[in-house]
Nanobody
Framework: QVQLVESGGGLVQAGGSLRLSCIVSGRTFSINAFGWYRQAPGKQRQLVARIRTDGTTNYADSVKGRFTISRDNAKNTVYLQMNNLKPEDTADYYC??????????WGQGTQVTVSS
């Protein structure tokens, strides 16, 4: 069973940067796509970025040019580099497995707060 552990969140001023990490347990990391999602208070969880096994990426329009998703198969880790953060990026961030949908149980997430 896949387990996901997110980290790297925190409080940052607008314009700042954070790098989120998601460590994935299990032996299926290298053969699966992964995505980063976020859920702001009172809103539905939304897909922010995703990455296939061949490195193909896809981003939500709201984060294009500011966020970069990457993966390290040797470390079973998915990253989300977030630059030029905005207050509207404030949310709990989660990673999950899969390209078209979230195939694993959700982890605890990591909180990102961007102050104006």
């Amino acid at each position: 069973q896949v387990q996901l552990v997110e980290s790297g969140g925190g409080l940052v001023q607008a314009g700042g940067s954070l790098r989120l990490s998601c460590i994935v347990s299990g032996r299926t990391f290298s053969i699966n796509a992964f995505g980063w999602y976020r859920q702001a208070p009172g809103k539905q969880r939304q897909l922010v970025a995703r990455i296939r096994t061949d490195g193909t990426t896809n981003y939500a329009d709201s984060v294009k040019g500011r966020f970069t998703i990457s993966r390290d198969n040797a470390k079973n880790t998915v990253y989300l580099q977030m630059n030029n953060l905005k207050p509207e990026d404030t949310a709990d961030y989660y990673c999950n497995m899969g390209w078209y949908n979230a195939a694993a149980d959700w982890g605890q997430g990591t909180q990102v707060t961007v102050s104006s």
